[in-house]
């Protein structure tokens, strides 16, 4: 199987000089946490909700709104290109390694599509069970938890998304996603001299994602990457007996793909 057989064409795209408002209305629109970034029609680099929540969140931004930051600033140039004819298990090989979570498909210099590990669930094809592959190591906040005590666990722990639990029952889920619209409308909505105060009052309930799209131990690898296609989440929480026991991701699930 080909790269071009699984890679998505139709390509959101933003140019280096738009601001970052426009770039965060895309992806709310689109439902998408990764945007190419172009200069002068050549491409060079990536945007990916994680840049934006760390750079919102950095000291040097923090008085200054979304819509007068420009893409560049937010762009990680860090980029990786394959080829539309490229096998895809050249991909599967570098499933859960350092690296850019977006790969651009490059055809005589023009970018024709991009591959993500969401374009890749559709392989997975394994009848082993979730409770074989999760991850029992869980990091987990309360709704009454602030959103910079979140977001120092998802950079401390190297995860993108946490679990959120409520007198032992999950509740829902804060990602990258989330922090980093709600730190665009919180320089959007307050004065600089109230955002530090207002951010230390942020609670993980005002922006966590409700319900969470849960999945039980025994599910199958293959059910799970569907519900993972319908429902456009990156990692199921794992239930039994209504406590949480494991997360898997699909990173996990891709990895049970032969290569």
Not at 107 to 127: Q, R
Request: charged share 30%; proline share 5%; with cysteine.
């Amino acid at each position: 199987m080909k790269v071009k057989d699984v890679m998505t064409k139709g390509i959101i795209t933003v140019d280096k000089d738009v601001n970052l408002k426009h770039v965060l209305t895309l992806m709310k629109k689109h439902e998408i946490t990764k945007i190419p970034v172009f200069e002068d029609k050549k491409l060079i680099g990536m945007i990916t909700d994680n840049i934006i929540a760390y750079k919102l969140g950095s000291i040097r931004k923090k008085g200054i709104p979304a819509s007068r930051l420009y893409a560049s600033s937010v762009t990680d140039k860090n980029i990786e290109c394959i080829s539309p004819d490229a096998d895809v298990k050249s991909i599967l090989k570098m499933v859960g390694k350092p690296g850019p979570t977006m790969l651009c498909v490059m055809e005589n210099n023009d970018l024709v599509g991009v591959v993500t590990k969401a374009d890749l669930l559709p392989l997975v094809e394994s009848k082993k069970q979730i409770k074989e592959i999760m991850k029992n190591k869980l990091h987990t906040v309360s709704p009454n938890d602030r959103v910079i005590h979140a977001r120092r666990i998802m950079i401390d722990e190297d995860v993108a998304r946490l679990p959120i639990i409520d007198q032992g029952k999950l509740i829902g889920m804060i990602s990258d996603n989330e922090i980093a619209f709600a730190l665009a409308e919180l320089k959007r909505s307050f004065p600089i001299g109230r955002q530090k105060h207002r951010l230390e009052e942020l609670l993980v309930e005002d922006i966590m994602k409700t319900p969470a799209v849960w999945t039980d131990p025994n599910m199958t690898a293959t059910v799970a990457a569907s519900i993972m296609i319908k429902k456009n989440v990156g990692a199921l929480p794992i239930l039994e007996n209504d406590k949480l026991v494991g997360i898997v991701s699909r990173t996990d699930l891709l990895n049970t793909i032969p290569r």
